[in-house]
């Protein structure tokens, strides 16, 4: 079946702009996360929704970061006034989350650059 | 101290040879472990999870988890040039949310 697709896949924007990134999870998974990886970095977490709820939003680094994810499935991660320090590769991963499982399959990733 | 400690590496391996990785944290709490390989600009690929002591195989992988020591490994047998990438180890606990939280990978370079 189809994973997680992420939309764009490349992002060039310049300081100061707005930008939205895309996450569509693999259908049925019910939990989505947003994760920030920079070069030589493992993948930080940002946020997590379980259905349509923001269950944990401790890992936005300021309030210029904001997601939605409306309808429980497609996610919308959105950054105003975009700095140079945020670019980095932004990661989407959804689970068929239980009790017990807690499997995350990724997406390909949008790489974002702010000039 | 970092929650997830890996080795950077390189680990380099000869074709054939097992590759050895390991992953420290510092959780007490963390239920849930995960292995994921990362090609060179690629996303982060899922290899093994693992929830209990002792070992759990697949295929030429085998990870083996010590809460004890709060350690984890993955061995990679029969070391293949494409198995040349970097392992990044995942960890889950239920205080810390369902969130994963990771070591920065150990780069493995498999020479034929």
């Known amino acids: 079946g189809a994973g997680v697709s992420q939309t764009p896949s490349n992002k060039v924007t310049e300081k100061g702009k707005y930008v939205e990134l895309r996450c569509d999870p693999i259908?049925?998974?019910?939990?989505l996360y947003w994760y920030r990886q920079s070069l030589g970095q493992g993948p930080e977490f940002l946020i997590y929704f379980q259905g349509t709820g923001a269950a944990d939003d401790s890992g936005l680094p300021n309030d210029r970061f904001f997601a939605v994810r409306p309808e429980g499935s497609v996610s919308t991660l959105k950054i105003q006034r975009t700095e140079r320090g945020d670019s980095a590769v932004y990661l989407c991963?959804?689970?068929?989350?239980?009790?017990?499982?807690?499997?995350?399959?990724f997406g390909p990733g949008t790489r974002l650059t702010v000039l | 101290q970092k929650e997830v400690e890996q080795n950077s590496g390189p680990l380099s391996v000869p074709e054939g040879a097992i590759a050895s990785l390991n992953c420290t944290y510092s959780d007490r709490g963390s239920q849930s472990f995960f292995w994921y390989r990362q090609y060179s600009g690629k996303s982060p690929e899922l290899i093994m999870f693992i929830y209990s002591n002792g070992d759990k195989e697949d295929g030429r992988f085998t990870a083996q988890l010590n809460k004890a020591s709060q350690y984890v490994s993955l061995l990679i047998r029969d070391s293949q040039p494409s198995d040349s990438a970097t392992y990044l180890c995942a960890v889950n606990s239920k205080a810390a949310g369902n969130k994963l939280t990771f070591g920065g990978g150990t780069r493995v370079l498999v020479k034929p």
């Open positions: 991963a959804s689970s068929y989350f239980t009790a017990r499982n807690n499997e995350q399959f």
């Open positions: 259908s049925g998974h019910t939990a």
